[in-house]
């Protein structure tokens, strides 16, 4: 079975830094794109960053550029986002999402084949 597992998220005040971790199984990591999608209440989910297979390249999403920074770790099946100058606007639920295929950029949700479950940030003011 595949699965896809977020953590890190919590409660930090504005201007605070946050790491986020997917810990992926069941797949053949190296294989996949891998991004983050983040999902606030009454919102659509948004795409905030990806990565490729090998690490070599990514892309985000304006309101990320600049503050945040997605990595990858392929002996451990890992992906995070590290997030800094953290703003209540980032309040939200954040997932992780894996694509097989050689689409690039992968920003839109149709791009991703699994999900994980998400994990809440929350931003005080």
């Known amino acids: 079975q595949v699965q896809l597992v977020e953590s890190g998220g919590g409660l930090v005040q504005a201007g605070d830094s946050l790491r986020l971790t997917c810990a992926a199984s069941?797949?053949?990591?190296?294989?996949?794109?891998m991004g983050w999608f983040r999902q606030a209440p009454g919102q659509e989910r948004e795409f905030v960053a990806a990565i490729t297979y090998d690490g070599q390249a990514s892309y985000y999403a304006d309101s990320a550029k600049g503050r945040f920074a997605i990595s990858r770790d392929n002996l451990k099946n890992t992906m995070s986002l590290q997030m800094s100058s953290l703003k209540p606007e980032d309040m939200a639920v954040y997932y992780c999402?894996?694509?097989?295929?050689?689409?690039?950029?992968?920003?839109?949700?149709?791009?991703?084949?699994?999900w994980g479950q998400g994990t809440q940030v929350t931003v005080s003011s």
């Open positions: 999402a894996a694509q097989y295929g050689p689409r690039w950029p992968a920003t839109r949700r149709s791009d991703y084949d699994y």
């Open positions: 069941g797949l053949k990591f190296s294989n996949y794109v």
